[in-house]
């Protein structure tokens, strides 16, 4: 019993808990705020929880060997707290079922979901070397919203201000995310975007994405910003003015707390839609 709990928690940890949990709180927060019912929140929650797991644990699997060239101790998969074929099996049952989990919304909400998901796994499977590693990002975020509102009658597309505040956002996490592992890529010849920018521009070109994605989510809909809008924007500035300041690690947490807030507003001011 100690060891499969021993191995349930490698398996968690190899899934990268953090991003995926944020990631699935802000597919919630969007499926509630555009009206879906409680069961039809669980499903997509549950989708992109499975969609979340399996990108973390193909990430894990591509990058054991460089992992381990550096001695990335706390790598469950290096450490031996979880063996690769537990982790490649719980990729292979999470990924086709991130989409089957999906299929009760419609067809187009599991084929966008599929999109993202495949956008993601070409990160893990060579895009973070490339110049182009922002890319997933961008197109992975900004196709989240439409897996939530395609289930909706008439499918309809998000609004473009949520299309582009969600992809600002997973941009910015991206700038931030490599910064504290910007030497052990460099020995392993990790090369994506942010390594060719530096981690001060990197730090500054973040902090102008996670500020672009509140201003969209604030003044992006239909009539004048509500009170708590206007209050998240000074709340974000601090957080991400935190976040630069602060070490290693500080960004990317400022980033995900920023996406926290963002979710509650969006909660709070709703998600209008409209059915082409």
């Given at each position: 019993?100690?060891?499969?709990?021993?191995?349930?928690?490698?398996?968690g940890r190899a899934a990268h808990p953090l991003p995926a949990?944020?990631?699935?709180?802000?597919?919630?927060?969007?499926?509630?705020?555009?009206?879906?019912?409680?069961?039809?929140?669980?499903?997509?929650?549950?989708?992109?929880?499975?969609?979340?797991?399996?990108?973390?644990?193909?990430?894990?699997?591509?990058?054991?060997?460089?992992?381990?060239?550096?001695?990335?101790?706390?790598?469950?998969?290096?450490?031996?707290?979880?063996?690769?074929?537990?982790?490649?099996?719980?990729?292979?049952?999470?990924?086709?079922?991130?989409?089957?989990?999906?299929?009760?919304?419609?067809?187009?909400?599991?084929?966008?979901?599929?999109?993202?998901?495949?956008?993601?796994?070409?990160?893990?499977?060579?895009?973070?070397?490339?110049?182009?590693?922002?890319?997933?990002?961008?197109?992975?975020?900004?196709?989240?919203?439409?897996?939530?509102?395609?289930?909706?009658?008439?499918?309809?597309?998000?609004?473009?201000?949520?299309?582009?505040?969600?992809?600002?956002?997973?941009?910015?996490?991206?700038?931030?995310?490599?910064?504290?592992?910007?030497?052990?890529?460099?020995?392993?010849?990790?090369?994506?975007?942010?390594?060719?920018?530096?981690?001060?521009?990197?730090?500054?070109?973040?902090?102008?994405?996670?500020?672009?994605?509140?201003?969209?989510?604030?003044?992006?809909?239909?009539?004048?910003?509500?009170?708590?809008?206007?209050?998240?924007?000074?709340?974000?500035?601090?957080?991400?003015?935190?976040?630069?300041?602060?070490?290693?690690?500080?960004?990317?947490?400022?980033?995900?707390?920023?996406?926290?807030?963002?979710?509650?507003?969006?909660?709070?001011?709703?998600?209008?839609v409209h059915a082409p």
């Amino acid at each position: 019993m100690r060891q499969v709990v021993a191995t349930a928690m490698g398996l968690g940890r190899a899934a990268h808990p953090l991003p995926a949990l944020v990631v699935t709180g802000i597919a919630a927060g969007l499926a509630v705020g555009v009206g879906w019912s409680t069961g039809a929140v669980l499903v997509i929650t549950a989708a992109v929880l499975a969609g979340q797991l399996s990108v973390g644990w193909l990430n894990d699997l591509v990058d054991a060997g460089r992992d381990a060239a550096v001695g990335r101790r706390d790598k469950p998969v290096v450490s031996g707290r979880v063996s690769v074929p537990v982790v490649r099996t719980s990729f292979v049952v999470a990924a086709p079922g991130a989409v089957v989990l999906c299929l009760p919304v419609g067809l187009p909400a599991a084929g966008a979901h599929l999109a993202a998901l495949a956008s993601a796994w070409a990160y893990d499977l060579g895009l973070k070397s490339t110049p182009l590693s922002v890319l997933p990002y961008a197109v992975s975020f900004g196709i989240l919203p439409a897996v939530v509102t395609l289930g909706l009658p008439g499918a309809p597309l998000p609004p473009v201000w949520l299309i582009a505040a969600a992809a600002c956002l997973g941009c910015a996490a991206h700038f931030v995310n490599v910064l504290p592992d910007l030497h052990d890529d460099a020995v392993t010849g990790v090369r994506g975007l942010p390594h060719r920018l530096g981690p001060d521009l990197c730090r500054l070109v973040s902090a102008v994405l996670v500020l672009a994605a509140s201003a969209l989510l604030v003044f992006g809909p239909d009539g004048a910003p509500t009170p708590v809008g206007t209050a998240a924007l000074p709340v974000s500035l601090a957080l991400v003015g935190a976040g630069v300041l602060g070490g290693p690690r500080s960004g990317f947490r400022a980033v995900l707390l920023v996406a926290a807030l963002d979710v509650v507003l969006l909660l709070v001011t709703g998600v209008p839609v409209h059915a082409p």
